[in-house]
C-alpha cells in the first residue's frame, strides 16, 4: 500500500471514521462525498463502534504473498450495533472454530507489510470477543 | 494532586512453554523452569507489534479515565526497544489511532527495559510543571531472544499505557527518584537482529545494584520503609528477580505477588513493570501505597511512589484487568509456529 493512501485513509482505518448523512441519517463506511441514500453531500464524521456479530466469513488458504504467513486466515463480514456491515480479517482464532452469529471484537493491527522495507500499513481486524 | 487518571494494559493471546523452546535445543527444562521461575511467555503473531499493542493498552486506558477527549492529551511517549521503525516514529500512529493528533508532543524513548517508565517520569513532569493538561507514557514491546540463548525462555510482548493528569486522578504521584551509571550488562548494535548479554553479569551489578539502589534512594527520601507500602512492583526480566530483590530489600512476597507477572507472562521489557503496576492497580484500594521500581540495562532504575485514591473502585472496571488478559483465553503454539511468527525463519524473497 503506497504510504499517500494509507495517510489518506487514515481516519477510516485507525479510527473507524464513518460518514453520517446530515440529511438522512445514512452511515457511510468508508466515508462517501455523496449518500447513495438520499444524494445529500453533507456528512458528520462520527466513530463506529469497536463491536459486532459475524454474519457470514471465509477461509483464505491459498493466500496472496503478503499474507502467506498468516494463512489458513478468515475474512468476515461483521454487523456492528448501529447496522453498519464491515468486511475484515478475524483473527486470535481457529478457523475451524468460528461460527456465524459470533461475538466479534474490533482490534488494531498490522494490516500488511512491504517485507523489511517497506512502509506498515495498519487498521482494524476482528477478535472474538471473549470478554 | 497529580498522577495516574487512566490506566490499561494489553497481553497478546498466545504463549509458548519452556519446555516446547528446551525441546528444540535440547536443553533440559526443568532447570530453565527451575532457574528463571517461569513456565511460559507471551508471543506476538505476526500483525502485533509494539504499535498495535500500545494502540490496545490506551484504548482501556482511555476506558478508565472516563472518556477523556483524547485532544486534550498534550504529550505521547512511547517507551521500547522494539520500535517497528528504526527511523519513523511509534508516536504519531498510536496518537492519530487515539484522535489525539495534531497538538500533541510526541517522543519514542528507548533505555532497554526502561523505557516505559521513562516516559511516565516524563509525563509526570510535565502535567505537574503545567505544560500539558494530559500526558500519555506507554511501555511495550515484542522483545526477541536469539534462537537457543537463555533470552529466548522469557522474551515476550505486552504493553501498558498510562494518562497522567491533574484531575480526577486514580493514583497520586508522591515521590520519584532515579538511579543511573553506565552498565554495559545488554545491549544490540545497530542492524543487529538480536541483543547480546553479559550472562551472569546483568544480575548483581546491574539489575540488583541499580534496583536496589533507586528503591533505596527513593524510600529514604519519603522517609518510608517497606512496611509502609501496601505493594511494590519490580522490574522482572523473569520470574526470580523480582521476588529476590524484594526480598532483599525487605518486601514480603503478599506485596509483590499482585504486579509478579513474568512466571506465566515472560519478560515484556519495556512493559514489564508498568504492566505489573496496572496489575496492581487493578486489585488495589484507596489508601494503598505502592512502591514502583523499572531496571533498564546499560544500566538504570526509575523509582516511583504512588497513593491510591478513592477513585479507584469507579473505573478499575471499566476495562479488562491486566490478569484476565494474562489468565484466559489462551492459545499456545508450537516452536515452528513461534519460530514462523517471530520471523526466525529465513524464506525466499
Redesign the interface.
Known sequence: MFPSRIWREKGQRYRLEAGKCRTCGYIAFPPRLVCPECGAVEFETIKLPDIGKLLTYTVIRVAPSQFTDEAPYAIGIAELPNGVKLTAQLVDCDVEKIKVGMDVRIEFRRIQTHDTHGVISYGYKFVPKWY | MVGIVGYGAHIP?HRIKVEEIAKVWGADAPSYKKGLLLTQKSVP?????T??LS??AT?NALKRAGNINPADIGAIYIGSESH??AVKPSGT?VA????ACPRIHCADFEFACKAGSEAMYVCLGLVKSGYVKYGLAIGGDTSQGAPGDALEYSAAAGAAAFIMGSDNVIAEILYTDAYMTDTPDFWRREHEYYPQHGGRFTGEPAYFTHTMGAAKAIMEKANMKPKDFTYAVFHQPNGKFPMRVGKMLGFTKEQIEPGWLSPVLGNTYSGASPMGLTSTLDIAKPGDKILMVSYGSGAGSDAFIWQVTDRINDVRDKA?RTR?LLD??L?FVDYGTYA??RHKIRKN?
Open positions: 493471546r503473531p505476526p500483525d502485533t507489534d504499535i498495535t494502540v490496545e484504548k517497528p521503525y500512529i492519530d489511532a487515539i484522535g479488562v484476565k484466559e483465553n492459545t514462523k511468527f524473497k
